[in-house]
C-alpha cells in the first residue's frame, strides 16, 4: 500500500501520454493528406521567424491590450510548467518539493510561479470579460457559434481552475510547513498563497494533508487533461505555432504560387516543335487536378495551418469583404478547412486506413462560392495572423478549381477572360490601340 | 501646361540600335481607362523633364495577368505571362517601371518562375530615385499648406512592402501629409483588387470603396493622394458618392508632382 499513490500517478501519467501520443500520430497522419511542397530551404531565416513571431509574440502585440494579456499567460504556461517536473518526479518517486535543495533559487523560482499564476488569473478574466460582457465583435462572429465559443470558454475556466489549484496546494503546503508536519521540510516562498493560507488556521495537519493532496492530484491531473483537450480544441496553437511559423512563407505577400502543372502545359503549347496530335505516353500520369475542391487538394502546410487556427478572428476583423458584411470570413475559411480534414480522418480512421468516398468535399459543403468570390486578395487576413496562416491561399486554390476545373466563374469575370485571351486587355479594347494615349490630347 | 509629350516605342529604338535606359510599362489601365491615362501622361511629363531614356512597347504590350492569376485562371495568367516575357526577354529588357502596382506585383515576383528576370520599380520608387540623383527637383509649393491623406495600394503596400516612397514624395510638395486611422501594414483595401475590378461585389452592407473613403474623409483631406489607377478609380466613385467631388480632389502622386512641376 505504500507505492499506492505511486503506482496510481504512473498510471495516470502513462495514459495521459499514450492518449495524447495517438492523438499526435493522428493529427501528422491528416496533414500529410496534404500535397507534397519542400519548405526545407532558408533554415536559419525560418528559425528566426519562429523565435521572433512564436517564442516572441511579435505580432500579437500589435494589439496592445489582447497581446500584452497573451503575453501573460503564454510566459505563466511555460514557466510554471518547470513547476509541473517537480510535480512529476515527486509523483513517480514519492518525494516532496523534489528541487527544494536549490535553495534560494527554488524560494525564487516559486515566488515567481505564484506571482505569474495570480497575473494568469487576472488575464484569464479580463479575457472572459472581452469574451462574454463586452463581446468583442470578432468573438461573436456567425462561424463562432456553439462549439467554438464554448471552446474558448472552456480554456479559461480550465486555467483558472489550474491556477486556483496551484496557489491552494501551496497554501495548504505553506500551512503545513509552519506546523512542522513531517514530510513538508520548509521550502519555497509564497508571496501570493500566504494570503489563502490564514483561510486553513485552526485545521488539522491530517484535514490540511487532504487538501494538499487533492489540490495537487487535480492540478496535475487537469494538466494531463488539457494537454488530451488540445487536439479537439482551438488551443492546439501552443504546440503547433512554432512549426507554422517556422513553416510560414518566406515570399513578398503578393507573389501567389506558381501552378508547375500548368507551366508545363503552356511550354509544350509554346514549343513549335511538340505534336499537338500525339497521344500521351502510355506510362505517363494522370492529368493532375487544378486548384482545390477539397482538403487533399490542398497542400500540407495549408492543412498545418488550419489545425494552428486559434480562431483569435484578427484576420476576419481586419478583412474588407467582411467589414462591409459580405459572407466571407477568413477565420470561417481555415475552421471549415479544420472541420473537413477532422471529418476526412475520422473517415479513415473508421475504415481502417482508407478513405471511402462521403459524397461531400470542401467545396460548396463546408465553404460557398460566395464566400471565395468576395475575396480582395488584399493580404490583410495574412498580415493580420499572429502565428503566419496564410487564408488567402486557400481562396486562391478553390476559385483556381472553380475557374479550370468547372469554368464557374462570375459571368463578369468571364468577360473580362475573354478580353484578355481576345485582346491583351480586360476590357474590350483593341491591343493596336494601346498607345493612342500618346497622340491624344 | 504643354502638351508635347515624347514617348518613344522599343521597335522604334531597336531599329536605330539604341537601347533605353528604362522600359515603362504602362499596364492596360495606365493605356485604355481615360481617367488613367492622364496619369500615364503626367508619368512622361516628368520622366521627359528628367531627361530618362525611356521606352514603352505600345502595341506590343499585353495585359500582365494579375487578374487572370487572382481570378484563379493559372492556364491563362501563365499565357500572357510567357508571351510578354518573350517580347520582353528579346529586347533584352532590364529594368521596368510602371505606375501599376498589379502590373509591378505580377512581373517582379511572379514573372521569375517563367523566365522573366528584370529589376522592377513602382514609378513611386522611380521618381524618388530621380530626385535622390538630383535628375528631378521642385521648387515651390503650390500644395503647401493643403493636407494630403495617401491610400496605400495593397499591391505596393503588404504584398511588397513599399511604403516610404509614396510618402517621401508627397512630403516634397511643402503639403501636411495625414494618415488615415488604417494604414500602412494595416491599410484597407479600395476593393478592387483580386479581379473585383471587374465584377459586382457580393451581396453585404456596403461597398469596400465607401468604407475606405469614409476612413479618408476622416482626416479631412483637401486631396486623396492614391499610386494604383485602380484604387484611383474606386476612391474617386467613393467621393462622388459622397458628394464631395467638389471639395476633394483624388489624385495618383504622380500627378501631383507633375502639377508642382507646373508641366
Known sequence: MEYLQNILFAIALVLGIAFFTRNVRRLARNIKLGKEVDLSDNASTRWRNMAMIALGQSKMVVRPVAGIMHVIVYLGFIIINIEVLEIIIDGLLGTHRVFAFMGGFYDFLIASFEVLALLVIVAVIVFWLRRNIIRLQRFIKPEMKGWPEKDGNLILYIELVLMILFLTMNASDLQLQQLGAPHYNEAGAFPVSQFIAPLFEGLSIGTLVLIERSAWWLHILGILFFLNYLYYSKHLHILLAFPNTYYGSLNPKGQFANLESVTREVRLMMDPSADPYAAPAEDAPPPEKFGASDVMDLKWIQLLNAYSCTECGRCTSECPANQTGKKLSPRKIMMDTRDRLEEVGRNITANKGNFVEDGKQLLDDYISREELWACTSCNACVEACPISIDPLSIIMDMRQYLVMEQSAAPSDLNSMMGNIENNGAPWPFNQMDRLNWASES | ?263
Not at chain 2, 131 to 148: D, H, M, N, P
Not at chain 2, 207 to 223: G, H, K, M, Y
Request: hydrophobic content about 35%; some cysteine.
Open chain 2, 1 to 263: 501646361m504643354s502638351n508635347e509629350i515624347n514617348v518613344p516605342t522599343m521597335a522604334s529604338l531597336f531599329a536605330e540600335g539604341k537601347e533605353p535606359e528604362v522600359l515603362f510599362w504602362v499596364g492596360c489601365a495606365g493605356s485604355f481607362d481615360d481617367r488613367a491615362k492622364k496619369i500615364t501622361k503626367a508619368f512622361v511629363r516628368l520622366l521627359n523633364k528628367a531627361g530618362i531614356n525611356f521606352a514603352v512597347l505600345g502595341t506590343e504590350e499585353s495585359c500582365s495577368g494579375d487578374p487572370a492569376k487572382r481570378v484563379g485562371n493559372e492556364f491563362l495568367f501563365q499565357m500572357q505571362a510567357v508571351t510578354n516575357i518573350e517580347i520582353l526577354n528579346g529586347y533584352g529588357v532590364k529594368k521596368i517601371v510602371t505606375a501599376c502596382p498589379h502590373c509591378f506585383n505580377t512581373i517582379k515576383n511572379e514573372y521569375p518562375e517563367l523566365g522573366g528576370n528584370y529589376e522592377v520599380l513602382h514609378h513611386t520608387q522611380f521618381l524618388k530615385q530621380l530626385f535622390e540623383e538630383g535628375r528631378l527637383s521642385l521648387e515651390g509649393g503650390s500644395f503647401k499648406g493643403k493636407r494630403i491623406t495617401y491610400h496605400d495600394p495593397c499591391y505596393l503596400g503588404r504584398a511588397n512592402d513599399v511604403y516610404e516612397a509614396p510618402r517621401e514624395l508627397i512630403r516634397k510638395l511643402d503639403a501636411e501629409l495625414v494618415e488615415m486611422k488604417n494604414c500602412k501594414k494595416r491599410g484597407l483595401c479600395c476593393g478592387a483588387g483580386g479581379a473585383q475590378m471587374f465584377k459586382e461585389p457580393e451581396k453585404g452592407d456596403k461597398d469596400v470603396n465607401i468604407e475606405r473613403t469614409e476612413q479618408a474623409l476622416e482626416t479631412r483631406p483637401d486631396i486623396i493622394a492614391a499610386a494604383c489607377p485602380f484604387c484611383n478609380t474606386m476612391m474617386t466613385d467613393g467621393i462622388k458618392n459622397k458628394e464631395k467631388e467638389a471639395s476633394i480632389a483624388v489624385m495618383d502622386i504622380t500627378e501631383l508632382l507633375a502639377r508642382a512641376a507646373d508641366l
